[in-house]
């Protein structure tokens, strides 16, 4: 579904990734661990065409997306929810969703997709109509997440969800994801929680100073203490 290969990026004269490789295949979710500074914020940007300066190739879904706007990812079934989460604190949670249509691969009916939210979110069915500012930082990561959702993206690429969330709503999140795949939605996760990340996905891929240091099914990293210990410390 995704194909990365050769992905640079830089940040003015500094090398932030060199050249990167990683698939992510359709159906899986895949996560892409290292520490702080590992380079896994500036992984899902380029992916996302959000570095300036970046080389190499991104294919989605068979397309060459890299050199392409951010939008032309939206309309192949692309989406990214990223660290800081970007919900409008000004507006109601309603609002906030409808914001997820915008950019959609099919402008569907705005009310079904509302539906299939609130179903989704049940404790974003009952605050539809709250100031998105008035909920927990919890919640808003759960509304940033939603809004994604809004668009049925086919790949979902997740900077640190669960950073700084009370352990229910992590839990909850968690069972989320499992959903979401079960239901055919790829992921790519970026995570620090290390080992939850481990039991959810499929294969992991481990990055240090910007480059892949390590790829293993999730299971086979999981019982890697070795691994974990050098590359995924926080
Ligand atoms: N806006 C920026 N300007 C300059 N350097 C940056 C910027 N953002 C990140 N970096 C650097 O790029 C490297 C990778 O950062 P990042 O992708 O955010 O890592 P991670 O998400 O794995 O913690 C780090 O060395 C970081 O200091
Ligand atoms: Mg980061």
């Known amino acids: 579904m995704l194909e990365v290969e050769g992905l640079s990026a830089w940040y003015g004269a500094s090398h932030a990734l060199q050249s990167v490789a990683f698939g992510v295949a359709e159906g899986e979710i895949l996560c892409l661990l290292g520490r702080n500074g590992a380079g ?4 899902l940007k380029a992916i996302m065409g959000l570095m300036p300066r970046r080389a190499g190739s991104v294919r989605f879904r068979g ?68 100031q998105a500012s008035t909920m927990s930082g919890g919640e808003q990561q759960m509304l940033a997440i939603a809004r994604a959702l809004m668009a049925e993206p086919r790949l979902l690429m997740l900077d640190e969800p669960s ?16 959903r979401l795949r079960r239901d055919g939605t790829t992921l790519l996760l970026v995570e620090q929680n290390v080992e939850l990340a481990l039991n959810l996905a499929d294969r992991a891929v481990v990055l240090d100073q ?25």
């Open 40 to 43: 896994k914020t500036t992984t």
């Open 63 to 130: 397309e060459e997306v890299l050199q392409r706007p951010p939008e032309a990812r939206f309309h192949l079934g692309l989406a990214y929810v990223p660290e800081e989460r970007r919900i409008v604190p000004g507006l109601t949670v309603r609002e906030n969703l409808r914001l997820g249509l915008i950019a959609a691969r099919n402008r569907q009916d705005e009310a079904r997709a509302l539906d299939r939210i609130a179903e989704t979110f049940p404790r974003l069915r009952e605050r539809l109509d709250q």
């Open 163 to 178: 950073e700084g969330i009370m352990p229910v709503l992590v839990d909850e999140m968690f069972d989320l994801f499992a």
């Open 210 to 234: 910007g480059e892949v240091v390590h790829r293993a099914a999730a299971a086979e990293l999981l019982a890697d203490a070795e691994v974990q210990a050098r590359y995924c410390a926080v």
